[in-house]
Protein backbone atom coordinates (compact mmCIF):
# COMPACT_ATOMS: atom_id res chain seq x y z
CA UNK A 1 0.00 0.00 0.00
CA UNK A 2 3.15 2.31 1.07
CA UNK A 3 4.20 1.92 -2.56
CA UNK A 4 1.11 2.60 -4.31
CA UNK A 5 0.90 5.63 -2.12
CA UNK A 6 4.43 6.91 -3.20
CA UNK A 7 4.09 6.07 -6.92
CA UNK A 8 0.70 8.53 -6.74
CA UNK A 9 1.84 11.01 -5.05
CA UNK A 10 5.29 11.07 -7.27
CA UNK A 11 2.44 10.86 -10.31
CA UNK A 12 0.29 13.81 -8.97
CA UNK A 13 3.93 15.66 -8.54
CA UNK A 14 4.30 15.08 -11.85
CA UNK A 15 1.25 16.29 -13.07
CA UNK A 16 0.97 19.31 -10.74
CA UNK A 17 4.02 20.47 -11.79
CA UNK A 18 5.03 24.15 -13.67
CA UNK A 19 5.00 23.55 -17.11
CA UNK A 20 9.35 23.76 -17.07
CA UNK A 21 9.38 20.60 -14.98
CA UNK A 22 6.82 19.02 -15.97
CA UNK A 23 7.55 15.99 -18.19
CA UNK A 24 5.25 14.77 -21.25
CA UNK A 25 3.96 11.09 -22.35
CA UNK A 26 6.11 9.65 -24.88
CA UNK A 27 2.62 8.50 -26.75
CA UNK A 28 -1.15 9.55 -26.77
CA UNK A 29 -2.21 6.26 -26.11
CA UNK A 30 -4.22 5.09 -22.95
CA UNK A 31 -1.80 2.87 -20.60
CA UNK A 32 -2.65 -0.71 -20.90
CA UNK A 33 -0.21 -1.98 -18.11
CA UNK A 34 0.27 0.24 -15.10
CA UNK A 35 3.37 0.55 -13.00
CA UNK A 36 3.48 -2.03 -10.16
CA UNK A 37 5.52 -3.22 -7.64
CA UNK A 38 4.76 -5.13 -4.78
CA UNK A 39 6.21 -5.47 -1.03
CA UNK A 40 8.95 -7.55 -2.52
CA UNK A 41 10.80 -6.13 -5.27
CA UNK A 42 12.52 -8.98 -5.93
CA UNK A 43 9.67 -11.17 -6.33
CA UNK A 44 7.79 -12.07 -9.90
CA UNK A 45 5.02 -10.38 -11.01
CA UNK A 46 6.91 -6.92 -10.87
CA UNK A 47 6.46 -4.09 -13.82
CA UNK A 48 8.50 -1.38 -13.33
CA UNK A 49 6.89 0.83 -15.74
CA UNK A 50 4.36 1.96 -17.65
CA UNK A 51 2.92 0.55 -20.95
CA UNK A 52 1.47 3.19 -23.04
CA UNK A 53 -0.71 1.79 -26.93
CA UNK A 54 0.43 3.25 -29.53
CA UNK A 55 0.03 2.76 -33.32
CA UNK A 56 2.99 1.20 -35.62
CA UNK A 57 4.79 3.73 -37.42
CA UNK A 58 4.15 6.88 -34.41
CA UNK A 59 6.40 9.08 -33.05
CA UNK A 60 7.91 8.45 -30.03
CA UNK A 61 8.62 11.56 -28.24
CA UNK A 62 11.33 12.37 -25.09
CA UNK A 63 9.61 13.03 -21.98
CA UNK A 64 11.76 15.70 -21.43
CA UNK A 65 15.05 17.50 -22.93
CA UNK A 66 18.00 15.44 -21.87
CA UNK A 67 20.87 13.80 -22.76
CA UNK A 68 20.59 10.45 -24.87
CA UNK A 69 22.91 7.84 -22.50
CA UNK A 70 22.02 4.63 -24.40
CA UNK A 71 20.51 3.36 -27.55
CA UNK A 72 20.33 -0.09 -28.67
CA UNK A 73 18.85 -3.39 -27.85
CA UNK A 74 18.20 -4.57 -24.27
CA UNK A 75 17.65 -9.05 -23.62
CA UNK A 76 13.94 -9.12 -22.60
CA UNK A 77 12.95 -5.25 -23.40
CA UNK A 78 13.96 -4.84 -27.28
CA UNK A 79 14.98 -1.90 -28.93
CA UNK A 80 16.10 0.61 -25.91
CA UNK A 81 16.89 4.39 -25.56
CA UNK A 82 17.78 6.24 -22.35
CA UNK A 83 17.43 9.82 -21.39
CA UNK A 84 19.11 11.23 -18.81
CA UNK A 85 17.17 13.95 -17.13
CA UNK A 86 17.06 16.15 -14.33
CA UNK A 87 19.05 13.58 -12.25
CA UNK A 88 17.13 10.65 -13.61
CA UNK A 89 17.56 8.01 -16.38
CA UNK A 90 14.23 7.37 -18.33
CA UNK A 91 14.08 4.47 -20.84
CA UNK A 92 12.04 3.96 -23.14
CA UNK A 93 11.48 0.27 -24.33
CA UNK A 94 9.75 -1.27 -27.11
Do not use: K
Request: with cysteine; aromatic share 8%.
Amino acid sequence: MRCRTVGLAFLLALIAAPSGWSWSWPLSGEVIRPYSLGSDPYAAGQHRGADVAGSAGEAVRAPAQGVVSFAGVVPGSGRTVSIQVDGYTVSVTH
